[in-house]
């Protein structure tokens, strides 16, 4: 199972607990351990990970006003921002950058994806093909170099490197010059020899190693033997969009202390961020910006006291309290989707707060009769132009509310025929109802 799910799925599990005790928490840890070590986390820095969280969460030093729940889901992400390292900055200053790394790893298009990285940041930026061994190099980093309008340099069929940096570096006026070098199948001594020779020609400020996601841990070993050859001064990760193994890569190359600079996500020239852990969690927890919404969480805790989901039968008022709570917090935190039911249709998603504002102007004007048997609003004639007229709004938006209350009912029976997720579902809610924030705070998904 890939990281981001992995650890999603044991958040929803931990989350839809009806009651968070020690022991959920335990198992909770135990599904992390799982989780991180399939996706070659080292295990070492998994188990002093979640012996933290164990501490942090059922220690003596319990954070205050934050229920257990909370404070698992702050400490999961707290630990995994810590085990994957620092934010990069990148530097604005004009300089020289070499990329090296075994073949395929994706130096090549990280050159293109650095020149249109800084060009985008009002640095101009060239390109120079140092990889004499393959034959389509040249041709390759010309194209990009075209596409990303970065002037480009080499010498096609040339096999002296130092001919070709001799030649055009001293012609270059760029603000940042990136240099493409030969990979090997492994790391050898020919390597080494060929990337000191470029290192003396260029002198570059930043020798940057490219590896894939794909290596997993092994990133750490690789690193290594680069740095002690040529003196690294970080690496980038690759193919982070197509392996589950990245968590591992980034794990692995923090606890060998080299720091990740950049992570790429896809063939394009634009698929390249600096790294930064707290985005990389939010992503794998599902959350964009984790901070905001632990903040979001308490506010909406405080402000409103959402009534409890009568699941046997969707009123009009939790199905009111679910839009609003989805539009807060995102399509995962209502108990919809904790269930799984991530599809929420779109269209209730993107419900504007000025709409909202007019549903809760109709559903005041109902009778709590109308509310808990909303089918009896377009049974019986007048009752829709009453609450029309008693919310100031056309009739028409009190229809266009009951469609999409109707859509979710609709959802919702679907998903009760379900027997396995019912039985979920009353667990989670339990006979005397759970608190809906509650549930709500401790979203989930996945
Ligand atoms: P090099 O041999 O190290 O120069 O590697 P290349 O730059 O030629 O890349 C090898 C392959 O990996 C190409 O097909 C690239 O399109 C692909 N690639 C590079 N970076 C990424 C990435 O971040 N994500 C994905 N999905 N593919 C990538
Ligand atoms: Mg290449």
């Known amino acids: 199972m890939d990281l981001g799910k992995g650890l999603r799925t044991a958040m929803a599990k931990l989350t839809g607990a009806k009651l968070v005790d020690e022991a959920a928490v335990k198992e909770f840890l135990r599904d992390v351990q799982r989780v991180l070590i399939a996706n070659d986390v080292p295990v070492k820095l998994v188990f002093e990970l979640s012996k933290r969280i164990e501490k942090s969460v059922l220690g003596e030093e319990q954070a205050k006003g934050l229920s257990l729940r909370e404070q698992v889901v702050r400490s999961i992400y707290d630990e995994l921002v810590a085990l994957l390292g620092e934010k990069y900055e990148p530097d604005l200053k004009p300089r020289r950058i070499l990329l090296l790394g075994l073949y395929g790893s994706g130096k090549t298009t990280t050159c293109g994806k650095l020149a249109q990285f800084y060009k985008k940041r009002g640095l101009s930026a060239a390109l120079v093909c140092a990889d004499t061994d393959r034959p389509a190099a040249y041709q390759q980093l010309q194209q990009l170099g075209a596409k990303c309008g970065a002037p480009f340099h080499g010498i096609e069929n040339e096999k002296d490197v130092k001919k070709i940096l001799q030649k055009h570096l001293p012609l270059i006026k760029e603000d940042i010059i990136i240099v493409d070098s030969a990979g090997r199948s492994g790391f050898d001594e020919e390597l080494v020899k060929q990337l000191k020779t470029i290192v003396d020609e260029v002198q570059p400020q930043e020798k940057i190693l490219v590896m894939s996601a794909d290596i997993g841990q092994t990133a750490a070993r690789q ?224």
């Open 223 to 446: 690193a290594t033997e680069f740095h002690q050859a040529v003196g690294l001064t970080g690496v980038i990760i690759t193919k982070l969009d197509g392996s589950g193994k990245g968590g591992g890569a980034l794990a692995a190359c923090h606890a060998a202390k080299v720091p990740v600079l950049f992570i790429g996500l896809g063939e394009k020239l634009e698929d390249l961020q600096a790294f930064d852990s707290k985005k990389f969690v939010g992503r794998l927890l599902g959350f964009p910006d984790f901070e905001a919404l632990m903040e979001k969480i308490k506010e909406v805790g405080e402000q409103e006291k959402l009534q409890e989901t009568e699941m046997d039968k969707l009123t009009l008022g939790a199905f009111y309290s679910q839009l609003k709570a989805a539009r807060k917090m995102g399509p995962l935190s209502s108990v919809f989707g904790m269930m799984g039911m991530q599809d929420m249709p779109a269209d209730m998603m993107k419900t504007s707060e000025d709409k909202l504002k007019r549903y809760e102007a109709i559903i005041s004007s109902m009778t709590k009769y109308e509310r808990d048997n909303a089918e009896c609003l377009r049974k019986q004639k007048g009752r829709i132009e009453r609450v029309a007229k008693g919310a100031g709004v056309k009739p028409e938006e009190v229809r266009e509310l009951l469609t999409q209350f109707e859509k979710m009912a609709n959802l919702v029976n679907g998903f009760k025929k379900n027997r396995g997720l019912r039985k979920k579902l009353e667990k989670m809610l339990g006979k005397s109802g759970m608190d809906m924030n509650k549930l709500q705070g401790m979203m989930g998904g996945g």
